[in-house]
Structure formats: structure tokens, C-alpha cells
T-cell receptor
Framework: GQQLNQSPQSMFIQEGEDVSMNCTSS?????WLWYKQEPGEGPVLLIA?????ELTSNGRLTAQFGITRKDSFLNISASIPSDVGIYFC????????????FGAGTILRVKS | ETGVTQTPRHLVMGMTNKKSLKCEQH?????MYWYKQSAKKPLELMFV???????ENNSVPSRFSPECPNSSHLFLHLHTLQPEDSALYLC??????????????FGPGTRLTVL
């Protein structure tokens, strides 16, 4: 079945640093999504991407839908302590019944 | 607050117990989902309901039994679970599972521990 490889697995960065994480797959997707999960909560949608090459921002977050439709990245600029959490990528494919396929997550810790 | 609530938030049960997880969505959505989240693994889709009809069952063992009495409520009935079933169980809802722009909203999850 479809699989997403998300990296890095975890990051421990200094407050104010920029962060970059990505997801790759051997399969193509029609939609890429980025979610954030904080302790004790469910995932919350950050950014949704619907077209190959699309670059979308949400505040300090920027995500891109790769041209090949097989990858996506998420950047966080000038990190702050509340950015702590687990970030998940998810892909959606029409031929797969529009089900979401999730990456294993990137754990982000911020040192203030 | 995403509009999706789950109870209980934490559950500890023995392997011979029977318990149920409850999910309620206040968003007027038509589709509801159960996911299993284990540490360091991707979220695993378990069941999908659309307009109260089960449309997806992802090879889930029969010791997990879903129920969707109406479009706002979803249950997951548990019996004779195994310790490896310990995980965070997440409920989600979306307007309609048919669209690629159909955003799923997640509840906070139930942390299940099977002893």
C-alpha cells in the first residue's frame, strides 16, 4: 500500500531557528496535508495543498506540494516555544478512495 | 476545540473486559472515522462511516466493533483486547468523504491501556 517517509524523526532546536521537514513517497498524491498534534490533543490541520508546485503559507509556516506529486515540505520560520509538538504529513489520492495516508511524524522540541 | 469530542479521555481495561469509546461531532458532518495511533507509527485508519453506513473496514480484528447510530455519534466497542491494542484512538469527522478538499477534523483521542 501507499507509504509516506517523513523526516527527520525528531528535532531539538533553539528558539528563533528555522525548521524544515519533509515527506516523500514512491506514490503520487492529489493532495498533501500538514497536521500538528500537541500533547493530549488530536491532530489539527495546518496547511492543505491541492496542486503540484503549490506553495502556501500560514503565518510562519510555509509548505510546498512537490512538482512530481511525490513529496512535500513544511518550513517553520523563527520558531517559538509553542511550536512544540508532532508534525504529520498526510497524502490523499483519488484512486485510493480519498483516504488519508499519514507519515510517522516529526517530533519538534524548542529550547528557549 | 475542533467540534469533535471523545470520551473517555483515558481508559485502562483488562483483556476480558468489554468497554466502549464514544465520539460526537458538532460540525454537521456526514462522515466519521476511527484511527489508531501507536507510538512512532503513522496513524492507521480503522473504520469509515458515511451517512451512518460503514464504507471502509481496514482489516481490523473483530474484537473492535464500530457503531454509528446517527451522523453525529460514533462508537467503538471493545472486547477481549490484547496488550498490543494499547494506543491512542482518534475519531475524526469530515463533511463528505468523497472530496479531495474534504478536511478531516480530529477529536482529542482516548488513551487506551490494555493490561
Amino acid at each position: 500500500g501507499q507509504q509516506l517517509n517523513q523526516s527527520p524523526q525528531s528535532m531539538f532546536i533553539q528558539e528563533g531557528e528555522d525548521v524544515s521537514m519533509n515527506c516523500t513517497s514512491s506514490s503520487i498524491f492529489n493532495t498533501w496535508l500538514w497536521y500538528k498534534q500537541e500533547p493530549g490533543e488530536g491532530p489539527v490541520l495546518l496547511i492543505a495543498l491541492y496542486k503540484a508546485g503549490e506553495l502556501t503559507s500560514n503565518g510562519r509556516l510555509t509548505a510546498q506540494f512537490g512538482i512530481t506529486r511525490k513529496d512535500s515540505f513544511l518550513n517553520i520560520s523563527a520558531s517559538i516555544p509553542s511550536d512544540v509538538g508532532i508534525y504529520f504529513c498526510a497524502g490523499q489520492l483519488r484512486e485510493y478512495g480519498n483516504k488519508l495516508v499519514f507519515g510517522a511524524g516529526t517530533i519538534l522540541r524548542v529550547k528557549s | 476545540e475542533t467540534g469533535v469530542t471523545q470520551t473517555p479521555r483515558h481508559l485502562v481495561m483488562g483483556m476480558t473486559n468489554k468497554k466502549s469509546l464514544k465520539c460526537e461531532q458538532h460540525l454537521g458532518h456526514n462522515a466519521m472515522y476511527w484511527y489508531k495511533q501507536s507510538a512512532k507509527k503513522p496513524l492507521e485508519l480503522m473504520f469509515v462511516y458515511s451517512l451512518e453506513e460503514r464504507v471502509e473496514n481496514n482489516s481490523v480484528p473483530s474484537r473492535f466493533s464500530p457503531e454509528c447510530p446517527n451522523s453525529s455519534h460514533l462508537f467503538l466497542h471493545l472486547h477481549t483486547l490484547q496488550p498490543e491494542d494499547s494506543a491512542l484512538y482518534l475519531c475524526a469527522s469530515s463533511q463528505d468523504r468523497g472530496g479531495l478538499t474534504d478536511t478531516q477534523y480530529f477529536g482529542p483521542g482516548t488513551r487506551l491501556t490494555v493490561l
